[in-house]
């Protein structure tokens, strides 16, 4: 028996107190005969053979047993029945054609799943066509859990989590199925973009769209040199992201509800949703360790000097010599093991962590751009000009480069970039 005996007496006991009418205005017998074989069960009373009639001679005639009656009486010892008979009689007094009012039915829904919340349970409504049935349910059985919940950097992510569960638990599935949505376009356009890239996405898009994005940059593409079988299953991801935000349209609060969700749905899209989200934060953590033997490797590459004349005895290299640069030994093998995800995890490492303190730390800073200058964009050119610019160690380097920049890309250049270079000397 899986409902305890202080939770049943608690429930029973509110009733009792609160003087709160188990059969409304129904006929007692009928409501009971719902649940119980009042045939099978003995009389007290020597006119009668059953139970039966006992509650038609002392209920429906006379009316001198108690309302609360039934709590009491040792044929129905309600703290003895199974789970199932003592749930089906929870779920008749919430019936609506037994408890129309459906304020007074909340009422009567919160003050129960008060107690069984003690036991993990809950009385759950469910729609079977046009009528509004409850059931008891386990609210914590079988609940995925995130394991990599410490590896989400916002704060509105494990609201939403903590947010799905409850609202399953609180028989919500509309809005169970909104928080699912809004968690995983919070982690695809906010966290994890930013955590990959060093910013989040701006630009209005759909889910889909979000999930595009990430796949891409955690080299999730179903073309890459993978398992046939795997392939198969990331690629799977795919469809269940855009079932999710398709499904989200259709039956949650967000948007005029064509169907409404049951508990089975509701569960699916939870837990599709922390699934996906367990396994992309697992692939990031999996591609961050890639990108620590990376940066391991880069730092073991020959010295080359950026830009500064011909007076040095070491050659000085540019961005129109990058073809030459990556066929150089160590360098073309370095650049040969990198795939988009490192690039742009090794331009976010370099542009955010990496100290220019000496000439040397500055030519390490450009070579490295010009390596990886086929996934730079604008936004990378505006962040390293904010860290370069009034930096004495690598101003001129920062200068030249803008000019090479603008030779090849000038729609990468803001006006304040081209003033910048313009200006012949700030020393």
């Known amino acids: 028996m899986l409902i305890s005996e202080k939770t049943r007496r608690n429930i029973c006991d509110e009733l009792r107190i609160e003087n709160i009418a188990w059969h409304w205005r129904h006929d007692e017998i009928a409501f009971l005969k719902r649940i119980f074989n009042l045939g099978d069960l ?62 007074e039915r909340n009422g009567l829904l919160e003050l129960i799943n008060d107690y069984l919340k003690d036991d993990g349970f809950a009385m759950m409504p469910e729609n079977s066509g046009r009528k509004l049935r409850f059931k008891m349910v386990k609210t914590d059985e079988n609940r995925i859990e995130i394991e990599n919940s410490g590896k989400i950097s916002r704060p509105f992510i494990k609201e939403q989590l903590e947010k799905c569960d409850r609202k399953l638990a609180e028989w919500d599935y509309d809005w169970a199925i909104t928080n699912a949505r809004a968690l995983l376009e919070d982690v695809l356009a906010k966290d994890l973009h930013k955590q990959i890239t060093g910013k989040e996405i701006e630009s209005p898009g759909d889910l889909g769209d979000y999930y595009k994005k990430i796949k891409a940059l955690l080299n999730l593409s179903e073309g890459t040199k993978a398992n046939d079988a795997l392939k198969m299953v990331t690629s799977w991801i795919t469809s269940i992201v ?47 360790a890639r990108l620590e033997r990376c940066i391991i490797k ?45 690039k742009r995890m090794l331009v976010n490492e370099l542009i955010n962590n990496f100290e220019i303190n000496c000439y040397d730390d500055s ?28 930096d004495s160690q690598s101003d001129w380097s920062m200068r030249f480069f803008l000019e090479e920049v603008q030779a090849k890309n000038p729609e990468y250049l803001t006006r304040e970039m081209i003033e910048y270079i313009s200006v012949p000397d700030k020393f």
């Open 42 to 103: 003995p009389s007290t009373d020597g006119r009668y053979d059953t139970m039966e009639g006992d509650i038609w001679q002392h209920r429906l005639i006379n009316s001198d047993w108690p309302d609360q009656w039934i709590f009491d009486d040792s044929r129905l010892d309600l703290m003895k029945w199974s789970d199932e008979t003592f749930s089906q009689l929870l779920a008749e007094m919430l019936h609506p054609l037994v408890r129309e009012n459906e304020a």
């Open 242 to 288: 855009s079932g999710i935000a398709s499904v989200r349209n259709t039956m949650s609060d967000s948007h005029t509800r064509e169907t409404a969700p049951s508990r089975h749905h509701a569960k699916l899209v939870v837990n599709s949703t922390k699934t996906i989200v367990d396994f992309l934060y697992d692939v990031m953590e999996y591609q961050k």
């Open 298 to 342: 880069k730092s073991k590459l020959p010295y080359i000097r950026y830009w500064e004349g011909m007076q040095y005895k070491i050659a000085c290299r540019w961005l129109r010599d990058r073809d030459y640069i990556l066929s150089l030994p160590g360098y073309k093998d370095f650049f040969w093991t990198l795939d988009t995800f490192l």
């Open 363 to 390: 030519d390490e800073f450009f070579i490295t751009l010009v390596v990886l200058y086929d996934v730079l964009n604008a936004d990378d050119l505006e962040r390293i000009f904010r860290k370069t610019k009034w």
